[in-house]
């Protein structure tokens, strides 16, 4: 069974810092893609970033560009989002997702987590 655990969400003041994880497991994690889909309430869900499975080449959408850093640690399974210089708008749900074929701001992710909940407060 394929299982992708997040954490590292909470509340956070606008200007502030905050590091999320996804934990894969049931995957050959070097076969996947990963990478982190959001919702805001009452918006759509977008792409936010991802990272290769082999290269390590990344993906940012234009609203977090220069803001956040994708990396991941094979030994650990786990990639991470490092988020810096929070906004309100990127309050949301934010979810880790896995494939073996989908890129960039593609919503189309074989494997989604359940999920973590950012606020930030302003």
């Known amino acids: 069974e394929v299982q992708l655990a997040e954490s590292g969400g909470g509340l956070v003041q606008a200007g502030g810092s905050l590091t999320l994880s996804c934990t894969a497991s049931g995957i050959t994690f070097v076969d996947y893609a990963i990478g982190w889909v959001r919702q805001a309430p009452g918006k759509e869900r977008e792409g936010v970033s991802c990272?290769?499975?082999?290269?390590?080449?990344?993906y940012y959408a234009d609203s977090v560009e220069g803001r956040f850093t994708i990396t991941r640690d094979h030994a650990k399974n786990t990639v991470y989002l490092h988020m810096n210089s929070l906004t309100p708008d990127d309050t949301a749900v934010y979810f880790c997702?896995?494939?073996?074929?989908?890129?960039?701001?593609?919503?189309?992710?074989?494997?989604w987590g359940k999920g973590t909940l950012v606020t930030v407060s302003s």
């Open positions: 990272i290769h499975s082999t290269t390590d080449g990344t």
């Open positions: 997702v896995a494939d073996e074929m989908v890129w960039g701001s593609s919503l189309l992710w074989d494997y």
